[in-house]
């Protein structure tokens, strides 16, 4: 059976496919662009969005702002006139500039998690944009769908739940995930049906969309068929030529098994989903001794610089173990030994490095 189109307000994408942002560097123009041509939409992570740019060392805040347009400027060239946006994390330094740039940009979506988005709506105001917050529980999604309701008199035009098996950083405690894996099911069902309290109340239609360990065409039957509108898959566009990705971090995945992929101690106080490598490695060998210190702290791994990637109340060089931005900067710097390689729980299934367009023909028949 052919896949339904997906709606959001007054867009469709062929394909109810939304490819999640990946940072830092992961999507970018050419897999955001790509996956928008082929019908799906494409999404650029706001997260150090500038750090290929001269500029960057000297001044990574404005140089992240200032590439937001000229990233999605790019993939609008080639994207054939299909849907893109932009991931922006609430923990970024400076969320509220980075969520203004991306609508200046001419965004057609916004997903924002890794916190709670609340003020979201007053960012985007009147603007065209489309917003969805990422949401892992019904708790989250009852708390920004109220608030967003009663604060502006407004409610989320999609809404992306993203479950355990993801990649990055995840919305569950570390001892949790079992539990959530088995429960995520109940859960997606519940905040469906919460939505669909908004649906009536703001008399439109919500999608709501599933994110985590999505990888075949079963999975998104099976998501579907829980009542959802689409799916959000990342891990599985990491093994495309398109993916914005330097073929070394790539490898990574093509050799990766089953085992080689855990939960990580991260500075932003979530649990990260990972590749292991000598930069895991390290991490899991000096927590315990680190944990034992009082602050100030020495990190596991020495900072170099500051490039003010999370809101500074979020991120105390005092007493983080690394700097997230470097760790997932070597990654994509040729470093990847020592860098963060952030995967879903399907890493290892990348078994050789395809296009979009042929996910898309896999899935879409
Ligand atoms: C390498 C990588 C980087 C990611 N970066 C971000 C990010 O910057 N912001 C975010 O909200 N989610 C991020 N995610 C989560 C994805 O957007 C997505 O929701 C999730 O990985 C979906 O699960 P899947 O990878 O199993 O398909 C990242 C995931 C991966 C694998």
Redesign the pocket.
């Known amino acids: 059976m052919k896949l339904p189109e997906l709606k959001i307000g007054e867009l469709t994408a062929k394909i109810p496919v939304i490819?999640?942002?990946?940072?830092?560097g992961?999507?970018l123009n050419r897999l955001a662009g790509t996956v928008a041509a082929e019908g799906g939409i494409g999404?650029l992570?706001?997260?150090q969005i500038g750090f290929q740019e001269d500029k960057f060392q000297r001044a990574s805040v404005r140089t992240n702002l200032q590439t937001i347009k000229k990233q999605l400027d790019k993939a609008r060239s080639f994207a054939k006139g299909g849907i893109l946006g932009f991931?922006?994390?609430v923990a970024s330094f400076r969320y509220d500039d980075v969520v203004r740039a991306t609508v200046e940009a001419g965004a057609d979506v916004i997903?924002?998690?890794?916190g709670l988005p609340m003020n979201l709506p007053d960012l985007v105001g009147d603007a065209k944009t489309k917003i969805a917050p990422?949401v892992s529980s019904v708790k989250a999604a009852k708390l920004i769908l109220r608030n967003w309701a009663k604060k502006y008199n407004r409610t989320a035009d999609f809404v992306?739940i993203?479950?355990p098996?993801?990649?990055?950083?995840l919305g569950f405690k570390a001892d949790q995930i079992d539990e959530a894996i088995l429960g995520m099911d109940d859960e997606v069902v519940k905040i469906i049906a919460h939505v669909k309290e908004y649906e009536e109340k703001f008399n439109m239609k919500i999608p709501v969309i599933f994110?985590?360990?999505?990888?075949d065409r079963s999975d998104i039957d099976h998501y579907m068929g829980l009542g959802c509108s689409g799916?959000?898959?990342?891990?599985?566009?990491?093994g495309t030529q398109e993916c914005d990705?330097p073929d070394d971090f790539k490898d990574r995945f093509l050799k990766a098994t089953e085992d080689d992929i855990h939960l990580t101690t991260s500075p932003v106080g979530l649990p990260g989903?990972?590749i292991d490598n000598k930069f895991t490695e390290t991490i899991t060998n000096g927590v315990a001794a680190y944990k034992a210190q009082e602050a100030p702290k020495t990190p596991i791994i020495p900072i170099a610089k500051c490039l003010n990637c999370l809101q500074h109340k979020l991120c105390d060089r005092k007493t983080i173990p690394y700097c997230i931005s470097e760790a997932?900067l070597n990654?994509v710097e040729h470093n990847t030994d020592m860098g963060l390689?952030?995967?879903?729980?399907?890493?290892y299934r990348i078994n050789e490095i395809t296009t979009v367009k042929a996910i898309f023909d896999e899935i879409a028949v």
């Open positions: 490819q999640g942002g990946m940072g830092i992961i999507s999404i992570s706001t997260a991931n922006v994390m997903i924002s998690g890794a990422i992306v993203e479950g098996k993801a990649g990055g950083h994110a985590g360990g999505v990888w799916v959000q898959m990342a891990t599985r566009f990491i990705a989903r990972a997932l990654s390689i952030f995967s879903g729980t399907n890493g």
